[in-house]
């Protein structure tokens, strides 16, 4: 999932585009057009994105992959499958992807995985709650990273978890 998230972000925050739902005076580096109406795949695509995302628009970033069908598609793809509800629940996930956004600085996908996490539900103790795992966890691994620390502790043995 984190790597779905990063690869999102990497797009929309290398290309500048806007965010999708705040106020933003980012201008895109390059032109997004939507694909041509009569090719079915990708508007087959972009009405599973608006029915999983909740939104009349397709999200800036999706349109952009969507110049590339193989490509978009498999993407598309990964990110239903990352994002469905299994062992963790969706807004789990989304919450995650919000805490990986934060530790990039994507401005994009903290906009966007908020946005997502809020609609599912997330509510104003838990988006505390998740700033400050990541403040903890961040201002921990720069102090580490900054004194070239290793773990002292031994690496878990692989195999079937005990919990």
Do not use: C
């Amino acid at each position: 999932m984190a790597g779905v998230t990063h690869a999102l972000n990497t797009v929309a925050d290398g290309l500048r585009l806007p965010l999708e739902f705040s106020a933003s005076s980012r201008h895109p580096l390059v032109p997004l057009s939507d694909p041509p109406a009569d090719d079915s795949e990708i508007q087959a695509l972009f009405d599973d994105i608006r029915g999983f995302y909740a939104v009349e628009q397709v999200p800036a970033v999706f349109r952009w992959m969507a110049r590339d069908r193989g490509f978009f598609q498999s993407y598309w793809d990964a990110t239903r499958e990352a994002f469905t509800d299994r062992t963790l629940d969706r807004l789990t996930k989304e919450i995650l992807a919000f805490a990986a956004s934060m530790t990039a600085k994507s401005d994009y996908g903290v906009d966007f995985h908020l946005r997502e996490a809020r609609r599912l539900g997330l509510s104003d103790q838990g988006l505390t709650e998740a700033v400050e795992v990541v403040q903890l966890f961040n201002t921990v691994t720069k102090i580490a990273d900054t004194l070239g620390l290793q773990p002292d502790f031994p690496a878990r043995p692989a195999g079937p978890s005990t919990a």
